[in-house]
C-alpha cells in the first residue's frame, strides 16, 4: 500500500503542476469560511501504529467533530465552523501554536526517523452560500480541515484527500445528480436515467465484516500524513467515522480549497479485479456539460497517471484501468478529480498492506 500511497503522491502533484491551478485566489475569497487557523508542529512518526484510527485522527487534528445530530442537516446557514460542536473549541488551543504528534507505538525504537514539520496550520473549512454549487448540496453542516504546509514549492499544492463514505444518513438523502439537472448516464449506485441520487451511499462491507468507511478512512490518513512529510498541502474531507457532508459538499470544499481532489473507495465485486479509477463516460452531452466540460481530460491526466504508476509498482489493474461511471463528484467537479478504487471486497485490506 505504501507503493500505492507514493504514486498517488507523485500523480497528484504532475496534475498539479500541469492544470495552472488558481486556487490562491480562491482560498482567499473564502476566508470567512477558514476558521480559526492555528499554527503547529506536526511530528509524523513512521513507527507509529497503525494510522487510521480514531486515537491517531484525534491527536493530528483535535479540532473536528462532528454532529451526529441529523436535525442539522436541514438548517440553512452558512455551514461555518461554528455549527460544530461546543466543547471542541477547548482543544482546540484557540490558535495557539502547539504540537501535535502521532502517537509512537510502544517506542519502537528508531526504524526511521520522524518528519517534524514546523510551522504547519490548521483550519476548519466549511461551506459558504457563495460557493459555486454550494446550493446542490443537502447534508454541509460538517467541516473538512485544510492543512497548509509551509513548505516554500510544494505547500501551495493542495490535495484533498477524501475517503469515501461515512456520511451518517448520508443513504436517506437525495442530491441532484448533476448541475443541470440532466439524467445521469450510467449506472452506479444509482442508475442511468435518474436525476437524484442518494446523496452518500453507506459503501460495502469486505467479507470480515470490516466497512469500506472503515478502510478508506485509514487509508485517506496513512495519505495524508505521506502528503504532509513530503511538504503538500491537503485537505481532509474526513479524519472520523462521519462527516456531515455529501458528495457535493466534499466536492465543493474540494473545488475552492485544493488543486486536485482523490476519493479513496473500494469497489464492491469480489473478484479481486484490481485496481481503478472511475473515468467520465464518453457521452457527448455529458462531456459537455459544465464543470465537466472543463475538467474531465485533466481529471483522466490524473486517474491515468495514478493508474500507470501503481501498474508500474506491480499492483494489479484492472484491465484498461478505468470504468465510464457517471459520478456525482466528477459532475460538480473544477478540479482534476477522481474517484480511485483501489480493489475490491476480495482484495487484501489488511492493516500491514495499508501501511
Ligand atoms: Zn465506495
Known amino acids: 500500500m505504501k507503493k500505492i500511497i507514493r504514486m498517488i503522491i507523485s500523480s497528484a502533484m504532475v496534475t498539479c503542476l500541469l492544470c495552472s491551478c488558481t486556487k490562491d485566489n480562491a482560498a482567499v475569497d473564502n476566508e470567512a469560511a477558514e476558521e480559526k487557523p492555528r499554527e503547529v508542529t506536526l511530528i509524523l512518526d513512521p513507527n507509529a501504529g497503525a494510522a487510521g484510527t480514531e486515537e491517531n485522527a484525534e491527536q493530528v487534528k483535535p479540532e473536528e467533530s462532528q454532529p451526529d445530530d441529523e436535525s442539522g442537516e436541514t438548517a440553512e446557514g452558512d455551514g461555518n465552523a461554528s455549527d460544530s460542536p461546543e466543547g471542541t473549541a477547548a482543544e482546540d488551543g484557540d490558535g495557539d501554536e ?14 526511521s526517523e520522524a518528519t517534524v514539520i514546523d510551522g504547519l496550520t ?33 505547500g501551495k499544492y493542495v490535495v484533498c484527500v477524501n475517503a469515501g463514505h ?17 439524467p445521469k448516464v450510467t449506472g452506479g449506485t444509482t442508475g442511468a436515467g435518474a436525476t437524484t441520487a442518494v446523496a452518500v451511499s453507506s459503501g460495502m462491507t469486505f467479507g470480515d465484516g470490516k466497512s469500506e468507511a472503515s478502510v478508506t478512512l485509514a487509508q485517506a490518513l496513512i495519505l495524508k500524513e505521506m502528503l504532509l ?19 457535493v459538499a466534499r466536492t465543493v470544499l474540494a473545488n475552492e480549497y485544493a488543486d486536485c481532489h482523490i476519493a479513496l473507495h473500494w469497489d464492491s465485486s469480489e473478484s479481486d479485479k484490481g485496481a481503478f479509477y472511475c473515468s467520465v463516460p464518453d457521452v457527448a452531452s455529458y462531456r459537455a456539460m459544465e464543470p465537466v466540460a472543463s475538467t474531465w481530460q485533466k481529471s483522466h491526466a490524473l486517474g491515468d497517471s495514478i493508474i500507470a504508476g501503481l501498474k508500474g509498482q506491480g499492483i494489479k489493474i484492472m484491465s484498461g484501468g478505468s470504468m465510464a461511471i457517471d ?21 487484501d485490506h489488511s492493516e500491514r498492506r495499508l501501511r
Open 229 to 247: 512529510s513530503k511538504g503538500y498541502s491537503v485537505l481532509m474531507i474526513r479524519e472520523t467515522d462521519d462527516v456531515q457532508l455529501d458528495n
Open 327 to 347: 459520478l456525482t463528484q466528477t459532475s460538480y467537479s473544477s478540479i482534476p478529480s477522481i474517484d480511485l478504487e483501489l480493489g475490491d471486497k476480495a482484495s
Open 122 to 154: 490548521v483550519s476548519t473549512v466549511s461551506l459558504t452560500d457563495s460557493m459555486t454549487y454550494a446550493s446542490f448540496s443537502a447534508i454541509r453542516t460538517g467541516s473538512a480541515t485544510l492543512y497548509k504546509n509551509p513548505d516554500p514549492a510544494r
Open 98 to 111: 502547539g504540537t501535535v504528534s502521532e502517537p509512537s507505538a510502544e517506542a519502537d525504537s528508531g526504524e
Open 166 to 182: 461515512g456520511t451518517s444518513g448520508g443513504q436517506s438523502v437525495k442530491t441532484q445528480c448533476h448541475p443541470d439537472g440532466s
